[in-house]
Antibody, heavy 117, light 108 residues
Framework: EVQLVESGGGLVQPGGSLRLSCAAS????????MSWVRQAPGKGLEWVSV???????YYADSVKGRFTISRDNSKNTLYLQMNSLRAEDTAVYYC???????????WGQGTMVTVSS | DIQMTQSPSSLSASVGDRVTITCRAS??????LNWYQQKPGKAPKLLIY???SLQSGVPSRFSGSGSGTDFTLTISSLQPEDFATYYC??????????FGGGTKVEIK
């Protein structure tokens, strides 16, 4: 079965760090573009980052310089390292596969990140 | 960045109604437009890709149209399970993808 399972969310203080994981099954992470998308409580979807199959990475302006997307091919897992966290980073974070038609066809269940003192 | 504007932000409709949601891009995105459905507490689900192609397994009452800057998602006969929030997304620029603000479809 093709699926994505996120983990690593939790409560962190402002200025702190957290690493999210997204374990894939049924397909190979490194052969696909993969993205992170977040959703603040009661708000809409916000694209966060993408990693291309070739390894290039891109970020939304709101997280550039603070977040890093990466993958571990041996574990077939996608990551999002989040540093210098702010209250406005509080959200459910989803990982998603980018299909060849550039749509996000497979989504994880999401993991909640709360930034608060 | 390409801005995506959806309208309306919410609507009330009855089972069996025809529902239309509009999405406008701040610049031409050709047909690089996708539609998603999200129910409370759940991850988004892809409905339509490339403006008008139906994702596998999605009921045929969902359809999409448009190109350039103006796009439409239509539900031909609203079903109880269709009450949800719908988002458009441009994939013209995958290195800076953007979503619309969402349209919440509620029961009248």
């Amino acid at each position: 079965e093709v699926q994505l399972v996120e983990s690593g969310g939790g409560l962190v203080q402002p200025g702190g760090s957290l690493r999210l994981s997204c374990a894939a099954s049924g397909f190979t992470v490194s052969s696909n573009y993969m993205s992170w998308v977040r959703q603040a409580p009661g708000k809409g979807l916000e694209w966060v980052s993408v990693i291309y199959s070739g390894g290039s990475t891109y970020y939304a302006d709101s997280v550039k310089g603070r977040f890093t997307i990466s993958r571990d091919n041996s574990k077939n897992t996608l990551y999002l390292q989040m540093n210098s966290l702010r209250a406005e980073d509080t959200a459910v974070y989803y990982c998603a596969r980018v299909a060849t038609n550039d749509a996000f066809d497979i989504w994880g269940q999401g993991t909640m990140v709360t930034v608060s003192s | 960045d390409i801005q995506m504007t959806q309208s309306p932000s919410s609507l009330s409709a009855s089972v069996g109604d025809r529902v239309t949601i509009t999405c406008r891009a701040s610049q031409s995105i050709s047909s690089y437009l996708n539609w998603y459905q999200q129910k409370p507490g759940k991850a988004p689900k892809l409905l339509i890709y490339a403006a008008s192609s139906l994702q596998s397994g999605v009921p045929s009452r969902f359809s999409g149209s448009g190109s350039g800057t103006d796009f439409t998602l239509t539900i031909s006969s609203l079903q109880p399970e269709d009450f949800a929030t719908y988002y458009c997304q441009q994939s013209y620029s995958t290195l800076q993808s953007t979503f619309g603000g969402g349209t919440k479809v509620e029961i009248k």
